[in-house]
């Protein structure tokens, strides 16, 4: 029977892997403050980083969405994988021999981590098969296109045997089942019994940002082959086609050091620019470039201004590729980058132009790329004889809906004054022909939007879902309102009170939380915090706060806990920390010192002189105070 982890395996593995590197393989992270990073959320789309990390803490949040946890969170979310399977994924990773309870072995959760052992055992089996005497034809294709031994080895690719079963057979003599085999679509059952899915053809193995094998891309070889020129893994549990890129595994580094990804037609066309230099080359996986793969990449890129990353597509000049360069110019804005376009002389697709002109022509041909815009804009207007007026104008008409689309309000005019260049009109009818084709789309935007919005049942319209049952039941702690001073300055005692722990002790602990907060949220938290005093000083100050928080102020307190602080080193923490602190008191004792004087003008002096004497030496004291921690 299987075993459970024992919890404090989970513990150690936690503390022993760093968040910010696991997280750093699917996003692109930078430095924000003192203990902080930050980077583009994986979890929603946004150009504006808000996805925070604190690698001391071992938590990341973003205060755009809202999503955040620990390390097992974030790898059970990007991998859609069990809590189980994250830690033993982890504990792979650090080296850690989990122990079971009762001596059992690792628990079953699911299928995903068989069909990742089965792929990585099929992979090696392709790979085995190159060199033999069958696979001649698929080392001819390779060799015939400038790929030798190395460039194989390095790619993973290999070979499936012409036979019925040759892959099938060898992975069920390594343990695996014949469904494990057809659920992770290596093998297809039939009336004559299961076969593999992939014979006679060059195998490229797909993986994924972690170098794992999710999948496979399969080329025909020979002529008896009926099947498609391509033949890739059919969606599994661990390979979805929409969203996978061939080789961000080898890429998915320089893509973030370089900010620049090169997005190529095929496998091969990876080849050969990774083996010219341009290591930051990827390709879709038999479908066209999508939302998934855009956000993948974005996660990747960055959105400082001052340093733009770049998106650099490469298409082939036959239809179906101006096809493909439209689909992106309709994406362009959904990047967090500046998008280009590289068409190779006489329309050479990387790995041919490598084959035939060298590494170096392969690097030209990117260098020499075109803005996205330029490249839509020239496309439109080539289809027309601009010898003539008609032509003219209606090249400037069919381009003016590209020029329009175009939402950076400085390059939008540029474009126009290109546009009436190279179409030879005046500057304003062009204007005018940009401007109309703009009004044109949000009038028929409108249309759509409100025949979306129009019931077809006769209805007002609302539907259930997550976001209006939301609203039916009043939260029970309403959103702090961070407009208002008071709980602004809540806030940043919070801040400091989970983050900077040695700016203060707990006797100023005791005074804040005694005097509270305005904004029910923040007082729930500060009195979690007041609870939590015993443990001030330990290096698991978060989870304490966390394990006495409410659970549902749970997201506020990562919010919190992920705010970065004004402060460029150490020192400057601590100091700004002491300082909100002394801030925090100063508030505490006016608050005292308010309710002294009013208990001083109930009392009767005569009647209860000691009581008098006693408020009056409390009000010395509290000026005392007042003026130490102002440094008067």
Request: hydrophobic letters at 40%; charged letters at 25%; proline letters at 4%.
């Amino acid at each position: 029977m299987a075993g459970k982890i024992r919890a404090r395996d989970i513990e150690e593995v936690k503390s022993r892997v760093n968040i910010a590197d696991v997280v750093g393989e699917y996003v692109s992270l930078k430095n924000a403050s003192v203990g902080s990073l930050k980077g583009l959320c994986p979890f929603h789309d946004e150009k504006s980083p808000s996805f925070n990390v604190r690698p001391m803490q071992g938590f990341y949040h973003c205060f755009g969405c809202g999503e955040g946890g620990d390390v097992y969170k974030f790898i059970q979310q990007m991998e859609s994988i069990s809590f189980y399977e994250a830690v033993e994924k982890l504990a792979s990773r650090v080296g850690f021999e989990l122990t079971y309870e009762d001596g059992g072995s690792a628990p079953d959760q699911g299928q995903r981590s068989r069909i990742l052992e089965a792929n990585t055992a099929a992979a090696a089996y392709y790979q085995s098969q190159l060199m033999t005497d069958d696979a001649i034809p698929g080392r001819d294709f390779l060799k015939g296109r400038g790929f030798d031994k190395a460039a194989a080895e390095t790619f993973g690719v290999g070979f499936a045997p012409k036979g019925w079963s040759n892959l099938t057979d060898h992975l069920k003599k390594l343990g695996f089942s014949i469904e494990e085999l057809v659920t992770a679509g290596l093998a297809t059952k039939s009336d004559r019994g299961a076969y593999d899915k992939f014979r006679g053809r060059l195998i490229w193995p797909i993986r994924d940002s972690t170098s794992q094998v999710i999948g496979f891309g399969a080329r025909k070889l020979f002529d008896d082959d009926q099947g498609p020129k391509y033949l890739n893994t059919s969606d599994t549990l661990v390979y979805h086609k929409s969203s996978v890129l061939y080789g961000i595994d080898l890429a998915k580094k320089d893509i973030s050091k370089q900010q620049r990804v090169v997005v190529v037609e095929g496998y091969t066309d990876v080849m050969a620019c990774h083996l010219a230099g341009i290591t930051t080359a990827v390709a879709t996986c038999g479908t066209a470039f999508g939302d998934e793969h855009i956000r993948l990449l974005n996660r990747m890129l960055s959105a400082e201004k001052d340093t733009p990353a770049e998106v650099i597509f490469t298409f082939d000049p036959d239809a179906a590729g101006q096809k493909a360069a439209m689909r992106a110019f309709n994406d362009s804005h959904k990047f967090s980058a500046q998008t280009f376009v590289a068409v190779g002389p006489e329309g050479l697709d990387p790995c041919d132009l490598r084959s035939e002109k060298g590494d170096e022509a392969v690097v030209q041909m990117i260098e020499n790329k075109k803005p996205l815009f330029e490249f839509a804009i020239k496309q439109k207007i080539s289809k027309f004889d601009l010898g003539t007026i008609e032509g003219r104008v209606g090249a400037a008409r069919a381009a003016a809906p590209v020029v329009a689309a175009i939402r950076d309000s400085a390059m939008r005019p540029a474009y126009i004054r290109e546009l009436a260049g190279w179409v030879n009109l005046g500057g304003n009818e062009v204007a005018a022909l940009v401007d109309a084709a703009g009004k044109e789309a949000k009038s028929d935007a409108v249309k759509d939007l409100r025949r979306d919005q129009s019931p077809a049942d006769g209805s007002d319209g609302l539907r259930e879902t997550e976001f209006t049952s939301q609203q039916k039941e009043a939260p029970q702690y309403p959103q702090p309102n961070l407009n208002d001073p008071i709980t602004r300055f809540e806030r940043q005692v919070l801040e400091v009170l989970v983050q900077v722990p040695t700016s203060f002790n707990q006797e100023q602990l005791i005074r804040i939380v005694r005097d509270g907060f305005s904004a029910p949220a923040h007082n729930a938290i500060l009195e979690a915090i007041g609870t939590s005093m015993v443990s001030l000083g330990s290096t698991d100050w978060l989870n304490v706060i966390g394990s006495a928080t409410p659970p549902e102020l749970h997201s506020q307190l990562r919010a919190i806990a992920a705010q970065a602080l004004p402060a460029k080193t150490a020192e400057d923490l601590v100091r700004y920390g002491q300082g909100v602190i002394s801030r925090a008191l100063i508030n505490a004792l006016e608050h005292e010192k308010a309710n002294l004087l009013s208990l001083l003008k109930r009392n009767d002096v005569v009647e209860d002189a000691a009581k008098t004497a006693e408020i009056q030496r409390s009000l010395v004291e509290l000026e005392a105070e007042r003026r130490r921690l102002q440094g008067i």
